[in-house]
Every structure is written in structure tokens, then in C-alpha cells.
């Protein structure tokens, strides 16, 4: 591997990998994700980092549809398949060429999110697969990070409390607010219950998935948490 094999020490493996962040609303996917980032680019991998959905042009207009609009008038199969459309494209135009190349790809969510979210939401779970291997064919990524939280935990790193879920916060009716983050998404504004159920599918994945999946313990500090994401990492099993 040359010089960059050698400052990639214990990290050495994970050149060509596809790894995905994961978990609950709250559980600080985007944050362990930047540090992990950081870290790799440290030891000297090249790192392209990505997002689900969205993460290519088509994607990202795709992310407006289902983040910025009332999914109570959208049919689950329909908010499934357009989350489908849009990992299909980021597997061919991104994931793919930087897997070829030697890069580690990290991911803000992936088709782990479609099993709880969607299945949460009523979606047969086992219909996911058939439907995920159709748009990213043997794409999955080699590990999948849950950062695991508790529901009421993720509320109030996001500033909310219980009794808000369910009630969409008005953003002057400019659905591009809601596309920038700037308000509550229309995954997050469903009811509690509705979260709650979303984690206990995260915690089945282990059981469900064709690639190994890593519940990590996502309570703690942030330095806490990003220890054991790196110890991860740095396993043999990635």
C-alpha cells in the first residue's frame, strides 16, 4: 500500500468500504459521521462523505419531495420507492466510482432508515430487500453504524419535547426551509409512538440485514461515542 497503507495503521481496511450512519432522530449520526470523517482523513484515507436521500442532483430533488411536503398524503408505498429512486442514483453516480477508486464512503442514513422508518410506517419490511436489491444491486454497504438513543434522549437533542410530535412547526409556508433544516421534517413531526417504533426496528437490524450492522451506544459524550464508533471501525468484521 505504500506510505498512506502505512499511516492508515488499524483504519488500513476500510480503503473501498462503503460504511452508513444510522439511528434514531437525535442519536447524532451527522456528528460521529464528521468526527469518523476527520479521523479517516487523518490516517490518511481519502473520504467521500454522502447523504440519504439525496447526495446527487436528482437525489437531492427527490430529498425535497419527502422531507419538505405532508407525508399524511402520500402513500407509504410511493415515499418508499422514491427513496429507492434516489439511493439508486447515488450508488451509481457516487458509492460506486469511489469504492473503485479506494476511497472509504461514509453515508448519512441508507436503506437501514427505509426498514424503520418506512416499516414504522407500515410498509411490509420484508418487501424492503426485493426492493432495495432492485435499485442498488450487491451496493449495500460493508457496515452500518446505529448510534442508539433513546426516543426521549433524540427529542431533546433536537430541542423538542414529547408532547410536539405529530405537529408540524409552521416555517412561513416556504417549503425550502423545511429542505434546509430549518424546521421540523415531515419524518420527524410524526407522532411519538411512531419513534418509538422506528427504534425498535433500528434494534432488529442486526437479525434482518444482509451486511453486518453495529448497534453502537450513542448516549454519552460526544468523544464517548466517537471512541466507539472508531473501535468499529477499526474491527476486523467491516
Given amino acids: 500500500m505504500g506510505s498512506d497503507g502505512k499511516k492508515q495503521g488499524k483504519y488500513s481496511g476500510l480503503a473501498g468500504k462503503f460504511i452508513v450512519f444510522d439511528g434514531p432522530d437525535g442519536c447524532g449520526k451527522s456528528t460521529q459521521l464528521a468526527l469518523a470523517r476527520e479521523a479517516l482523513r487523518e490516517a490518511g484515507h481519502r473520504v467521500v ?65 427505509t426498514y424503520a422508518y418506512q416499516g414504522a410506517a407500515g410498509f411490509d419490511v420484508s418487501d424492503v430487500m426485493q426492493l432495495a ?5 450487491n451496493t449495500w454497504p460493508d ?7 433513546p426516543v426521549e434522549t433524540g427529542f431533546e437533542r433536537t430541542g423538542r419535547k414529547p408532547h410536539h410530535a405529530g405537529a408540524r412547526h409552521s416555517g412561513g409556508g416556504d417549503q425550502g426551509e423545511l429542505f434546509l ?58
Avoid at 437531492?60 to 429507492?84: N, P, Q, W
Avoid at 457496515?143 to 438513543?149: C, E, F, G, P, R
Avoid at 427504534?199 to 448516549?219: C, E, N, S
Wanted: with cysteine; hydrophobic share 45%.
Fill in 143 to 149: 457496515a452500518t453504524l446505529i448510534l442508539d438513543v
Fill in 133 to 137: 436489491s432492485w435499485a442498488v444491486g
Fill in 49 to 113: 462523505e454522502t447523504r440519504d436521500p439525496g447526495g446527487t442532483d436528482i437525489g437531492d430533488r427527490i430529498r425535497k419531495v419527502l422531507l419538505g411536503y405532508d407525508l399524511s398524503v402520500m402513500d407509504v408505498r410511493c415515499e418508499t420507492l422514491l427513496f429507492m429512486a434516489s439511493r439508486a442514483q447515488l450508488v451509481s453516480e457516487i458509492v460506486e466510482p469511489a469504492i473503485a477508486e479506494g476511497a472509504v464512503v461514509l453515508c448519512s442514513r441508507f436503506i437501514s432508515a
Fill in 181 to 238: 433544516d430549518a424546521t421540523v421534517d415531515a419524518m420527524e413531526a410524526r407522532p411519538i409512538d411512531f419513534h418509538r417504533s422506528v427504534r425498535d426496528i433500528f434494534m432488529q437490524l442486526p437479525g434482518m440485514y444482509p451486511k453486518p450492522v453495529h448497534i453502537v451506544d450513542g448516549v454519552g459524550e460526544v468523544d464517548t461515542v466517537h471512541a466507539r464508533v472508531m473501535e468499529v471501525l477499526s474491527s476486523a468484521t467491516i
